[in-house]
């Protein structure tokens, strides 16, 4: 599987943003689906996973602000994310794992500052 992220950028605190991820395949053949972040200076964590675009799993530090959500039409993934703080600044990396091969998108810069 193929991904393309996109949709970072920089925002102020308290502002919202909408990443996106074009997979090659349809997501309804991907086990699962999700985001990962990685801060400088600190290793790659897990932002939210989904199964079969059906069950989800969030970040304790991001949950109930970033939703992730998935157009199967457009073969996109969203994760869309509000209330953001300086802490949210990250590479943020779109992941599908299926049958076993995990896939990377090439990451997109998000940076909260004023």
């Known amino acids: 599987v193929q991904l393309q992220a996109s949709g970072g950028g920089l925002v102020q605190p308290g502002g919202s943003l909408r990443l996106s991820c074009i997979t090659s395949a349809r997501m309804s053949d991907i086990n699962i689906m999700g985001w990962y972040r990685q801060a400088p200076g600190k290793e790659r964590e897990l932002v939210v996973i989904i199964s079969n675009m059906r069950s989800t799993h969030y970040g304790d530090s991001v949950e109930g602000r970033f939703t992730i959500s998935g157009d199967n039409a457009k073969n996109t993934l969203y994760l869309e994310m509000n209330s953001l703080s300086p802490e949210d600044t990250a590479v943020y990396y779109c992941?599908?794992?299926?049958?076993?091969?995990?896939?990377w998108g090439q990451g997109t810069q998000v940076t909260v500052s004023s």
């Open positions: 992941n599908a794992w299926n049958r076993g091969i995990t896939s």
